[in-house]
């Protein structure tokens, strides 16, 4: 079992910026893929931002150059730095891991971009 435990999140102004934790916990043996999806009420979960095992990383085409994912695979940590954020940004930000091509996740946490 592997645990995804989030921090960050809350109320932050329009143009402003956040920072999101994510450490996975448990049994971990080598997890692939780590990273960040989010879900706005009434629509879908989707992609914001992704860490592969190999060292590369993929962005939604919504965030690319306001939002910086980074990992510490010593630490089993993803972060997300997000800046500029848009009213459009808020919502339930979740963390994922992939390990032996299972998805884990966290409960998430509320990000709400508002003035």
């Known amino acids: 079992q592997v645990r995804l435990a989030e921090s960050g999140g809350g109320l932050v102004q329009p143009g402003g910026s956040m920072r999101l934790s994510c450490v996975a916990s448990g049994s971990i043996f080598t997890i692939n893929d780590m990273g960040w999806y989010r879900q706005a009420p009434g629509k879908q979960r989707e992609l914001v931002a992704t860490f592969t095992g190999g060292g590369s990383t993929n962005y939604a085409d919504s965030v690319k150059g306001r939002f910086t994912i980074s990992r510490d695979n010593a630490k089993n940590t993803v972060n997300l730095q997000m800046n500029s954020l848009k009213p459009e940004d808020t919502a339930v930000y979740y963390c994922?891991?992939?390990?032996?091509?299972?998805?884990?996740w966290g409960q998430g946490t509320q990000v709400t971009v508002s003035s």
């Open positions: 994922n891991a992939v390990m032996f091509g299972r998805f884990y």
